[in-house]
């Protein structure tokens, strides 16, 4: 294969803005390999997305576009959102105009232009009454793309680099990076000036494992662990009405723990994830054109791990074992009502609550039996607080399904141009542990794409 100057490895958001970067900047010779397809491609037949059993995992968590493709789109547009621009950046005025650009790139390219932006009285509101129980509310500037929209804006973007002179190399694994090298699992070389490694969260392992051959420094970083519930849409449509995704964050009364809600799912759809190729999980999603009568968040406690065990990827990794086992290979679905009174959910008492799951592939059963008490205590506690907000979220008819895990990368060790101590390596992106979000990997793919043509005296 032809001598390239840029080997960019991973087609997500954070992939695609440095590509974008290096095109509009420069005539670099620009690469991007992934194992996964081009948008058009990775559409669900079912139009169920990551809960479709026709879709292989490669398909809905790679590919170009990244995970985020087929997971709403949604574009949280505050720097502190889904990663710490400002402090990656030293300097809050260039992160916000960060975001602005990568914002100003997704209209371009055909997402929608409605914005939810919470300036309004209703947003004071919010705010005065959450405060007034204990819960935060944060408010931020959001737009959505849509699961169904996502593949249309995402090939835009594709043919435009094409149009710029980039190359796609899609289905392609990658092995080995090296410096100036980039070995493909079908025995390929390629050689470059440059490699940028931007894999998403589903190459973390293999990037963290690639880190530690290479003797690059890296750090666990916190996990996620909790529930996808579900409620009856009519129940959320006060805040989703002035918050597309409204985030709360809660300090629990028992144990102090922080809990969040995330991935704010209005009359959308709860969806089955696999972690490590044969793990259960669960996620969320919502179409611009096809709406449930429900909506669904994740409900989310922040761990952190000290020694003997601080690997906190392998700790959500054994939640996830063990609730899969028990739930027969499927997720666990269980009412409020049930866990709080110790018994198991059936069939039978699902059918007559109130919400009606939007998906069907679970088992019903005890999530007390997977996941340690002091998880599901911060779970009741913080959905009883999130209730004075919200009321009807704690009701006993709420559905909880498990688990849903939010697996950190570990943080790799950069300057600040996210130049790795192996020279003309860099890195981007979620994969990395820089960011957990579809604008702050597209900010620091920006970010890593200057640091190169800083290097080649084009960038100052």
């Not at 996964?36 to 809960?51: A, F, I, L, S």
């Not at 737009?143 to 835009?156: L, S």
């Not at 494992?209 to 006060?238: S, Y």
Request: glycine share 10%.
């Amino acid at each position: 294969m032809e001598n390239l100057d840029v080997v960019i490895v991973g087609a997500g958001p954070a992939g695609l803005f440095a590509a974008l970067e290096l095109a509009e900047r420069s005539h670099l010779k620009v690469l991007i390999v992934d194992k996964g397809d081009e948008p058009t491609k990775r559409v669900c037949p079912e139009q169920n997305y990551r809960g479709c059993t026709k879709c292989s995992p490669c398909n809905v968590l790679c590919g170009v576009g990244g995970a985020g493709t087929l997971s709403s789109g949604r574009l949280n547009l505050r720097p502190d959102i889904g990663g710490d621009l400002i402090t990656l950046l030293g300097d809050e005025d260039k992160a916000w105009r960060l975001v602005k650009e990568v914002d100003e790139t997704f209209l371009k390219y055909g997402c929608p232009e409605k914005i939810y932006d919470p300036t309004s009285k209703e947003i004071e509101e919010l705010e005065r009454k959450s405060a007034a129980v204990g819960v935060k509310f944060i408010s931020i500037p959001q737009r959505e793309i849509g699961t169904d929209n996502a593949p249309k804006v995402i090939q835009n973007f594709m043919e435009d680099l094409e149009a710029k002179g980039v190359k796609f190399l899609l289905r392609r694994k990658v092995l080995h990076i090296d410096k100036g090298v980039v070995k493909l699992s079908n025995g390929d070389v390629i050689n470059c000036k440059y490699v940028l490694v931007a894999p998403g969260r589903s190459g973390q392992d293999w990037l963290a494992e690639e880190a530690k051959r290479l003797g690059i420094p890296t750090r666990h970083e916190p996990i996620d662990i909790g529930v996808r519930v579900e409620v009856p849409a009519i129940v959320m449509e006060p805040i989703t009405s002035i918050s597309r995704d409204p985030k709360f964050h809660i300090y629990t009364e028992k144990y102090d723990d922080f809990v969040r809600t995330f991935c704010v799912n209005h009359r959308g759809f709860v969806c089955l994830e696999v972690y490590d190729g044969n793990l259960v999980g669960v996620n969320g999603h919502c179409m611009a054109n096809y709406q449930s009568q429900n909506t669904n968040f994740a409900f989310l406690v922040k761990i952190a791990l000290t020694e003997p065990l601080e690997d906190t990827s392998l700790f959500g990794r054994t939640i996830a074992t063990q609730t899969t086992i028990l739930g027969g290979g499927r997720p666990i679905l269980q009412r409020l009502g049930d866990l709080e009174n110790g018994r198991r959910s059936t069939w039978g008492r699902i059918e007559h609550g109130t919400v009606k799951p939007t998906l069907k592939t679970v088992t019903p059963g005890d999530i007390a039996m997977a996941m340690p008490h002091r998880i599901i205590t911060d779970i009741i506690e913080g959905l009883y607080k999130l209730d004075k907000v919200i009321p009807g979220v704690a009701s006993s008819s709420t559905l909880l399904y498990a688990p849903e895990v939010k697996f950190s990368a570990n943080r790799i060790h950069t300057n600040k141009d996210l130049e790795t101590p192996v020279e003309n390596i860099f890195v981007a992106g979620d994969g990395a542990g820089l960011s957990r979000g579809i604008v702050i990997a597209a900010a620091t793919g920006i970010i890593a794409a200057r640091g190169i043509l800083k290097k080649e005296g084009i960038y100052a």
